[in-house]
């Protein structure tokens, strides 16, 4: 979907409503009710040959007669009736519809033809893109836009919701009205046939009027555009989601697809994971965490102070807190000195702080305003149970004043008004004061922890892994020769044998089983490594301990591949932590780069070899660095159809030698998650002059996490390469290799546009390295596909606009600005 397309679907200038009707249990009616309360401002024409107008708007007979092409068509007719209408749009020159109906697929024609398959095919040939079906609408508060037949509308707001179940819409709207929270878009997917998540995330992702995104999904059906669209968004914006169909019995509810193409829910948390997006458990849970989104801040720290007014409510409050693997904050010296001359308990106050049970509206107010001027306290959770002595809306007020009037840094609050009755005007008033509130202590940590587990995400992402380059002797070329000799021979499965040399090209040890000998010293752990090939998500990697009866949710943990050091690093903590590796006293102590490198090796065979369906590591001994495999199975694929990575690994077939004008040899290669230190470098090498250059400003030297965003980048949609000298460097004590200069582009989603940017080492210019670099990624770029380059550098620079002229680059000066614009046509050079 183009840009300008999705744009026309959720910012139409002119809808059509097909099948409008004055009577009130229709869906027509509906939709026109809600589009005329709104506060659209656009051409609304109904379509019905039953009525010469329909909630007093002028209706046309047939979509020949509309006086001009409706940007979105919304279908309100029975099913059978769609794929006709889809092609009197698609001749008519609408290009987005919304189809109301449901259970195309399970109707066919007269001649046996499947009406969903009908319907997608004629909107193919004729460009229309559908939402749906089964779809709820569509709801712009910003735009006045009601595009739906929901029973209520939406507030505006910063939030996105996407979801694919019409009834989780409804109660997320209804429940957003009382608690007053709005939403920038509010989009149901329905069926998601044509238009799915990656497009609308990728839409979202890249919309200023939209903060953070929430999804409700039922299955997902492309699992690398997923998994490209979420990487994308979620670096720049939080995403929130909720998954049904946790058992398979459930899945095959929710989901349209057969029993074998449903994924894996534990594949799912692994990939919402690797994108680092936010899983919450359920609707409970992502009620909590909308009002979180909406009224919270970003964190800064992991540790949350509570205030309450009685040792039950800490005492919850806390259970709540570490059992999610949350942290009190301790209070400094400067805070105890202040809360004691306010709270009269006798001793030295702590967090939690209780209050008792006499505590005065003013108690609070003077307790949150010491908690306000302190610098080391981020997050503040205030509970209140009712009192008989104040209503509890009094209590809420002197938390709002304090807190909206203080002038010094605000933490993020939490408040948690115990009851019902009695908290029920309160809450009212901490949602009119954007104040985060909710009805039970266990709700409102599991808030905050949402936060928190956000954050660990988002440091995951940003995680420098080392380099494992020089520690892995690969031969893929052998295993592939091990490989092509069994499918030559119509095997699918390697001998035992074959399957340890297999691993052996990449560094992994085999046990002699036949003279009894391990090396491996102590009691070893036995575990278990497998890999097996997700019907949604591709290739996945599994660890847990050995066993011959085994399942994915109860005995493993998971993770996408391509896996480098950090990712491994996360796989064995977390397995750790969920007990699927246990821990022995009498077990020698196992070395966990030792492990995250076996993990690391298995990535590098799924990615070398996609004819490997499925490989199985059981028992792996581990004992200190010492690791060695005594069993193998590997099973291969005999048909072509490769089942493909979700997430595009190190293109690596990239790579090239160079010899510049000076004779100096260099690599040429991708840039790599693990050249954060090198470039970081690299920025530091560049003259003032040269960094005004390329940045249009005098920016500060690149934050770890800045660094580390342009370091790891999405090879299905970004590409940055980067020159490497044979010579290292060291930094911050870490030998790295040396980037003499690094071009990058970025494409829009899709693949219309890309623009580049350069740098060259100061002192390296005039030897022909910006022109190496460009000319590589003018030839990658035109491989994709991409219809354009283009780029922008300053009057000032003088030879980045003469290199780009000789490459072909149409250049255009600007002067009232003074800028360059530089454009490549790339398919009709």
Not at 252 to 270: F, H, K, M, N, P
Not at 335 to 364: E, F
Not at 669 to 697: C, G, H, M, V, W
Request: hydrophobic share 45%.
């Amino acid at each position: 979907m183009t840009v300008k397309t999705i744009e026309q679907l959720l910012k139409p200038h002119s809808i059509a409503v097909i099948g409008a009707s004055n009577q009130p249990n229709r869906p027509g009616n509906a939709v026109m009710r809600n589009l005329l309360q709104g506060q659209y401002d656009g051409p609304i024409m109904p379509v019905t040959p039953h009525y010469k107008s329909v909630n007093g708007v002028l209706a046309y007979r047939s979509i020949d007669e509309l006086p001009l092409v409706p940007d979105l068509a919304i279908i309100c007719t029975r099913a059978t009736r769609v794929p006709a209408i889809i092609l009197q749009l698609g001749r008519k020159g609408t290009r987005n519809a919304i189809v109301i109906a449901s259970g195309l697929d399970n109707l066919y024609t007269a001649q046996g033809t499947n009406l969903q398959e009908q319907m997608l095919a004629i909107a193919k040939e004729w460009g229309v893109r559908i939402l749906g079906p089964d779809s709820l609408g569509i709801i712009v508060p910003s735009l006045g836009l009601n595009a739906s037949y929901a029973h209520t509308n939406a507030l505006p707001g910063k939030i996105a919701v996407v979801s694919q179940s019409s009834a989780v819409c409804v109660t997320l709207l209804d429940w957003s009205k009382r608690r007053r929270i709005g939403f920038s878009y509010f989009i149901s997917l329905g069926e998601g046939v044509d238009i799915d998540f990656d497009e609308m995330i990728d839409f979202l992702g890249r919309d200023p009027n939209t903060s953070a995104i929430l999804l409700y999904i039922d299955a997902i059906f492309d699992g690398r555009a997923f998994m490209s669209s979420a990487r994308a968004a979620s670096f720049n914006k939080p995403i929130l989601v909720i998954k049904a169909g946790t058992w398979s019995e459930s899945a095959l509810v929710t989901s349209r697809l057969q029993a074998e193409q449903i994924g894996e829910d534990a594949v799912y948390d692994a990939a919402f994971r690797r994108a680092g997006m936010l899983r919450v458990g359920d609707l409970r849970e992502l009620l909590a965490a909308v009002e979180t989104l909406a009224n919270g801040k970003p964190i800064f720290s992991e540790q949350l102070v509570i205030l309450a007014n009685g040792n039950g409510p800490c005492a919850m409050a806390v259970d709540a807190l570490l059992e999610r693997g949350g942290r009190l904050a301790k209070l400094d010296d400067a805070v105890v000195q202040q809360l004691q001359k306010i709270i009269h308990t006798g001793g030295r106050p702590s967090n939690p702080i209780n209050v008792l049970g006499d505590a005065s509206p003013d108690t609070y107010r003077k307790v949150l305003d010491v908690l306000l001027q302190s610098n080391s306290i981020d997050n503040v959770l205030i509970m209140q149970a009712p009192s008989a002595l104040t209503p509890g809306e009094i209590f809420a007020e002197a938390v709002i004043d304090v807190y909206r009037n203080h002038p010094g840094k605000k933490p993020n609050l939490f408040a948690n008004w115990m009851g019902e009755d009695a908290a029920q005007e309160a809450r009212l008033r901490f949602a009119a004061a954007g104040i985060a509130s909710f009805r039970t202590p266990e709700g409102a940590v599991g808030a905050f922890m949402h936060m928190v587990q956000y954050r660990r995400n988002q440091k995951l992402l940003s995680e420098t892994p080392e380099s494992i380059s020089d520690k892995v002797p690969y031969q893929p070329v052998y295993a592939h020769q091990l490989i092509e000799l069994a499918l030559s021979e119509d095997r699918v499965q390697l001998s035992s044998g074959e399957a340890l040399e297999l691993l052996s090209a990449y560094g992994i040890a085999g046990a002699d089983v036949e003279k009894n000998s391990t090396n491996v010293s102590g009691t070893p752990h036995k575990l278990r490594v497998q890999v097996q090939t997700d019907p949604v998500f591709g290739p996945v990697i599994l660890l847990g301990e050995a066993a011959s009866h085994w399942s994915i949710r109860k005995s493993a943990v998971v993770a996408l591949p391509p896996l480098n050091m950090a990712l491994a690093r996360y796989m064995v903590i977390q397995a750790l932590a969920e007990g699927k590796i246990r821990e022995r006293e009498s077990y020698a102590a196992f070395d966990l780069p030792a492990l995250c490198l076996l993990l690391t090796q298995i990535s590098q065979i799924v990615i070398d070899h996609p004819r490997v369906d499925s490989l199985v590591l059981n028992p792996v001994l581990i004992a200190g660095a010492q690791v060695q495999v005594v069993d193998a199975g590997v099973k291969l694929r005999l048909d072509n159809r490769l089942a493909a990575l979700a997430i595009r690994p190190y293109p690596k077939e990239l790579e090239e030698t160079c010899v510049l004008r000076d004779g100096q040899e260099i690599i040429v290669r991708p840039i790599k998650p693990e050249d954060e230190l090198s470039l970081q470098e690299f920025d530091n090498s560049q003259t003032k002059e040269d960094r005004y250059k390329r940045y249009f400003a005098d920016l500060p030297q690149f934050s770890h996490e800045q660094m580390a965003r342009l370091a790891q980048i999405d090879y299905a949609r970004d590409m940055a390469f980067v020159a490497v000298a044979h010579d290292n460097v060291v930094v911050k004590n870490v030998l790295v290799e040396k980037i003499l200069a690094v071009v990058r582009v970025q494409t829009d989603p899709d693949n219309l546009q890309a623009e580049f940017a350069m740098a060259v080492r100061s002192e390296l210019k005039g030897i022909g390295l910006g022109a190496r670099l460009l000319q590589k990624m003018i030839v990658y770029c035109r491989s994709q596909g991409t219809k354009e380059l283009i780029g922008v550098t300053m009057l000032e620079n003088a030879g980045m606009a003469n290199l780009a002229r000789k490459l072909g680059f149409n250049v255009k000066f600007n002067r009232d600005e003074g800028l360059v614009d530089m454009k490549l046509d790339l398919q009709n050079a």
